[in-house]
């Protein structure tokens, strides 16, 4: 296979993933699938990141030893600071999360098919909506791309613009009228001067959030 046809079988594998991915996450999926098999309230959430992991191995392993030189090297202070300030906000910001119930683990445990859910606001929220995902971006373009990353990267990019919206309007149905106001105060991957949300603000809506929480049969 040339060099050409090696990028768009990257791109092709990026984006499979991004679909199915997607389409697993959405409460449709996760209800009809629950709906047929009820002990899956449980295991969920454990068996869909484990699928997410097995299926970035074929994106990633054709994308690792894809050849070529880097189409451009950045200085090592700047990819180091990138992957400091991205490990070190990702560690921070997972002091307001559940660890064991993010993995699925908690869940095993569960007795309840459809758990009380939380609106998280981190200090990274109030700035952007989607810090996991803007720090995934930041270590992603600054790190050295030949042409097989520069097409990862990019599909990994329209990915994560799309996938956000989608998450977005999940959160839409589950949190109501909090959840639209936070969307129109805080941007989405990119920070911009003057759309963040103190402490206070942000403190309110996610009170606001629990009281507005949809059943599941309101979602889709």
């Given at each position: ?139 992603l373009w600054t ?64 009170r606001e959030s ?11």
């Amino acid at each position: 296979m040339g060099n050409a046809g090696g990028l768009v079988v990257i791109a092709l594998a990026w984006t499979i993933y991004g679909v199915v991915h997607s389409w697993l996450a959405g409460y449709g999926m996760k209800h009809r699938l629950i709906r047929r098999w009820p002990g899956l309230h449980r295991t969920y959430r454990i068996l869909y990141n484990l699928l997410a992991v097995v299926l970035t191995v074929p994106p990633l392993a054709l994308t690792w030893f894809y050849p070529g030189e880097p189409l451009w090297h950045w200085p090592a202070w700047i990819a180091w600071t990138a992957f400091g300030i991205t490990a070190a906000g990702f560690l921070w910001s997972m002091r307001w999360y559940d660890g064991l119930e993010f993995l699925g683990l908690r869940q095993l445990r569960s007795h309840h098919p459809t758990p009380l859910e939380a609106l998280v606001l981190s200090p990274l929220h109030r700035h952007v909506r989607h810090p996991w995902y803007s720090l995934g971006l930041l270590y992603l373009w600054t790190r050295d791309l030949n042409a097989g990353w520069l097409v990862a990267a990019l599909a990994i990019t329209v990915y994560i613009v799309i996938g956000s919206r989608l998450e977005e309007r999940k959160l839409e149905q589950t949190f109501g009228e909090p959840y639209r106001r936070y969307l129109e105060r805080v941007p989405g991957l990119l920070p911009l001067p003057g759309r963040k949300l103190s402490r206070e603000e942000a403190e309110t809506l996610v009170r606001e959030s629990h009281k507005n929480v949809a059943p599941p049969s309101h979602r889709r």
